[in-house]
């Protein structure tokens, strides 16, 4: 028998009691879309569901009720289903389920089959047996799975990744402020899911290969930890003020006349410069439109056609001259490079710096010192 550090337990448990204390949370929240909230409810359970399963096995349990093992990890299979199904619903506000979704849950009942074939319909002997070879990663079917989970996972948090950048093209297309909307904190945890799945794929070929032999008990506690990390990441994401915008990818109208387009131009020219609609931080696409009294679409084919930016390029372009207008103009020794980032437009200072860099050339604080 397995005999678990102590270690292992504790961190075991708060990270159990973390995880189903989230789905909870989730499930009866207020805030935010409710499909959206239980999906990522559900994601938070199957990542609890494969911890509590292998907590269970390493602690002997399994040992006296072989009829039990295997089931809880099988709901692992859903995790990454689900994680996709949730970025879908923050970047589709028309998202629904649908009958087609149920296909995601097709390797999970040929799992569900496989396992009372070759585990559950087998003599307590033999299923004893089985679980010797799970932990030790002997068998070939271990070792098959190991190699399909590697590319089931991986397939789906490419095309996670895929959706979020799709979805940021439409956005820059959409609004001047991408802080609270560019889904960042969605990106960094499939890229530390990725990391994971590489580094889970590495350490089950060493274990299969028995060339070296790893204490298991250091590899779980390494995973114990990335689930502290991926759940504060997820947390994090859960206070954006906007963590559901539902952005959807429009239709372009096609482009008007040269002579249409240059006098819409001029008239948007004249709009900008005159009013300075930029200096609103929260300036969307369908409220400049409307303040030029255009359609949203033919604005967006003007901005993206006639001038080949996207709207969050043109309105920091305008944002970042009026910036310098100010630091190059102001008489105010005490004004702050802060000030000035609110004053034109911008909430995030990391945003107000890159914009800043790109468009002329230096940080804010050394182009205000060349006229200090």
Not at 187 to 209: D, E, K, P, Q
Not at 252 to 259: F, M, N
Not at 287 to 302: F, G, N
Request: with cysteine.
């Amino acid at each position: 028998m397995f005999l678990m550090p102590e270690l292992f337990q504790i961190l075991s448990l708060l990270v159990l009691f973390q995880l189903f204390f989230i789905s909870f949370f989730l499930f009866f929240s207020k805030k935010g879309r409710k499909l959206s909230n239980y999906l990522l409810a559900f994601f938070f359970l199957s990542l609890a569901c494969g911890l509590l399963d292998y907590y269970l096995l390493i602690s002997g349990y399994f040992e006296v009720n072989t009829q039990y093992a295997l089931l809880l990890n099988s709901l692992v299979i859903f995790h990454a289903p689900l994680l996709l199904l949730y970025t879908q619903s923050l970047t589709d506000e028309k998202f629904s389920l649908k009958f087609i979704h149920l296909l995601h849950a097709l390797p999970f009942a040929i799992a569900l089959g496989l396992l009372f074939i070759f585990y559950y319909s087998q003599s307590p002997e033999m299923q004893k047996w089985v679980l010797e070879d799970v932990k030790k990663g002997k068998d070939l079917s271990t070792i098959m799975i190991s190699v399909f989970g590697f590319i089931y996972e991986l397939s789906y948090l490419l095309a996670i990744k895929i959706r979020i950048r799709n979805y940021r093209e439409t956005i820059v297309q959409h609004f001047s402020n991408l802080d609270k909307i560019n889904l960042n904190w969605l990106n960094f945890l499939v890229n530390v899911f990725i990391i994971s799945v590489l580094a889970s794929a590495f350490s089950n070929l060493l274990r299969h290969s028995q060339l070296i032999s790893m204490d298991q008990g250091a590899i779980v506690v390494g995973l114990v930890g990335l689930l502290f990390f991926i759940s504060s990441v997820l947390l994090k994401g859960l206070h954006q003020n906007e963590i559901f915008l539902g952005a959807q990818r429009s239709s372009v109208d096609g482009a008007g006349s040269q002579e249409e387009n240059k006098s819409l131009l001029e008239k948007l020219n004249v709009h900008i410069t005159k009013n300075k609609p930029y200096l609103d931080a929260d300036l969307t696409l369908n409220d400049l439109a409307s303040q030029v009294q255009i359609s949203s679409r033919q604005l967006s084919t003007l901005i993206n056609l006639e001038l080949g930016k996207s709207f969050f390029d043109l309105i920091n372009s305008y944002r970042i001259e009026e910036a310098k207008r100010i630091l190059r103009e102001s008489t105010d020794n005490k004004l702050t490079v802060l000030e000035v980032m609110y004053e034109v437009g911008f909430n995030s200072k990391s945003s107000f710096n890159t914009a800043f860099k790109k468009y002329a050339g230096s940080t804010p604080t050394a182009y205000k010192s060349r006229f200090s």
